[in-house]
């Protein structure tokens, strides 16, 4: 367990204190958060502060889960450094996406299909790669069967699991990419999961079918290849957005970018993969879900009736243009993220007390 505390330490350190250098070599270079002229008019003094901030909570993960097992003596695992990857795979997606849009003036970044082509690349290689590297009882890091708490079902084959966890990468890494629209609201939301799945990654290793001889009803146990692992990297992730949070708040001194959103969203759909928790994913990321749907409902609102459900979507501007203030509206948010993720950890545990 030690592991999990050195990972999310060294991870908040590293943050805190990389982060203002960050900041200093972004705005020396020039690269400054483009506004939308549409958007909330709140937000038109948030022009030019520096972006791409997600360079720095994706290092210090990597960073913190590799010195953790430095320190620690103990062996990577291929489920950990699949949700690593798939994070730093699509944190490069957006970091050319954020670099179009500021040094190439580009204010919509990476043409649409070529951002699709890279999402679909690294998203490609973690779904097939995941279904490789079997342990020796066997296991994989992904399984080819559906998950909420465990496996459930029979198996999906490997072509429909590839288009399963790409739905999911892609859903996770655009529910991320729109939640950040204010100052701290996806950083700290994400937080939360990550602080969950770190709780979910230990419950996973203390009730392991590796121990079944030692436990009371081996039949609730977890068939999960790396679960501490995947804690550690949960731990990282949490640690490192605890302290890019500190810059991040309201009022924001760095923005993470599309570099930093996709690349959350990548390591949030990563860990519900590796976990086998697919479904109770949707839950625990419940703003970015609801967040989601208020872009689907007003889209497909304005196409069919020509009328907006919402004064402004995604969500979060709608109550601001009510009147709400930005600190308001993410306070609330997070209070809302709160509760999905009590509410998620609460069925997480109800599952596994039920096969009991």
């Known amino acids: 367990m030690r592991q999990i505390l050195f990972a999310?330490?060294?991870?908040?350190?590293?943050?805190?204190?990389?982060?203002?250098?960050?900041?200093?070599?972004?705005?020396?270079?020039?690269?400054?958060?483009?506004?939308?002229?549409?958007?909330?008019?709140g937000h038109a003094g948030k022009k030019g502060t520096p972006t791409m901030g997600g360079i720095s909570f994706i290092l210090a993960t990597i960073i913190a889960y590799a010195a953790t097992k430095a320190i620690t003596g103990e062996s990577p695992s291929m489920s950990g450094l699949l949700v690593l990857f798939l994070m730093a795979g699509m944190g490069l997606v957006g970091y050319l996406d954020d670099y179009i849009k500021i040094v190439k003036r580009r204010s919509l970044g990476l043409r649409a299909k070529a951002k699709m082509a890279g999402q679909l690349i690294v998203g490609i290689a973690f779904a097939v790669l995941a279904l490789q590297f079997s342990d020796s009882r066997g296991l994989t890091p992904a399984s080819k069967k559906l998950s909420f708490v465990t496996d459930f079902g029979w198996s999906i084959g490997p072509v429909l699991f590839v288009v399963w966890a790409l739905f999911m990468i892609l859903a996770m890494s655009n529910g991320v990419n729109l939640t950040d629209g204010l100052d701290g609201l996806a950083t700290g939301a994400a937080v939360m999961v990550f602080g969950a799945y770190t709780f979910i990654g230990v419950w996973q290793f203390q009730e392991s079918c590796v121990n079944a001889q030692t436990l009371t009803n081996p039949n609730a146990c977890f068939e999960v290849r790396d679960p501490l692992d995947l804690a550690v990297v949960a731990s990282a992730l949490m640690g490192a957005c605890f302290g890019?949070?500190?810059?991040?708040?309201?009022?924001?001194?760095?923005?993470?970018?599309?570099?930093?959103?996709?690349?959350?969203?990548?390591?949030?759909?990563?860990?519900?993969?590796c976990s086998r928790t697919e479904f109770l994913m949707a839950l625990l990321g419940g703003l970015f879900v609801l967040i989601t749907m208020s872009v689907v409902i007003q889209v497909g609102s304005f196409k069919l009736t020509g009328k907006r459900v919402f004064r402004m979507?995604?969500?979060?501007?709608?109550?601001?243009?009510?009147?709400?203030s930005e600190v308001l509206v993410v306070?609330?948010?997070?209070?809302?993220?709160?509760?999905?993720?009590?509410?998620?950890?609460?069925?997480?545990?109800?599952?596994?007390?039920?096969?009991?």
């Open 244 to 273: 890019f949070l500190w810059w991040n708040t309201s009022p924001a001194k760095i923005f993470m970018g599309d570099t930093g959103s996709l690349a959350l969203g990548g390591a949030l759909a990563g860990l519900a993969i």
């Open 313 to 324: 979507a995604p969500l979060q501007h709608h109550f601001e243009l009510k009147g709400w």
């Open 331 to 356: 306070v609330r948010f997070w209070i809302i993220q709160g509760m999905c993720v009590i509410v998620g950890l609460g069925l997480f545990y109800a599952g596994w007390a039920a096969d009991k």
């Open 8 to 41: 999310g330490v060294i991870g908040m350190f590293l943050t805190v204190i990389g982060t203002p250098l960050l900041i200093k070599l972004l705005a020396r270079k020039g690269y400054g958060q483009f506004i939308r002229d549409d958007g909330p008019r």
